[in-house]
């Protein structure tokens, strides 16, 4: 065989370094596309995590405050679903509401994850 300058005899002459430049954005694109999806969104408004929340909303109240017998009472009978005579009966069963503590006053320490 002859060697015919660039074209390296009978080959494909320079085609192998289209081939080889081929390659490179092909492994350049998937190293992209893998380190894109592995950091997540990038939008402030999204959550990085399901659990997390959203940038900017409250953080929910770790105990939220339970109604009272009393409140229950009271909603029962504005929808109608117990009459006066069944909400005065239940009221006089409970005794006399007693004044609730004051929650306390101060920040909130955040949720713990």
């Known amino acids: 065989m002859v060697n015919w300058g660039w074209r ?3 080959g494909a002459g320079l085609w192998w370094l289209f081939g080889l430049l081929c390659m490179v954005v092909l492994v350049a694109a998937l190293v992209w596309l893998f ?3 592995a950091r ?3 939008h402030p408004q999204a959550p ?3 659990w997390q929340p959203t940038y900017g909303a409250p953080p929910a109240a770790a105990n939220p405050p339970r109604p009272t017998p009393y409140e229950i009472l009271r909603e029962r ?3 109608g679903e117990i009459t006066v005579e069944d909400y005065q ?3 006089a069963a409970l005794g006399p509401e007693t004044p609730q503590p004051a ?3 101060g920040p909130v320490p955040p ?3």
């Open 111 to 113: 949720p713990s994850y």
């Open 48 to 50: 990085l995590q399901p």
């Open 8 to 10: 390296m005899g009978n």
């Open 77 to 79: 009978l504005a929808r």
């Open 103 to 105: 929650p306390p006053q």
């Open 89 to 91: 009966r239940t009221l």
């Open 40 to 42: 997540g969104p990038r």
């Open 35 to 37: 380190v894109t999806l």
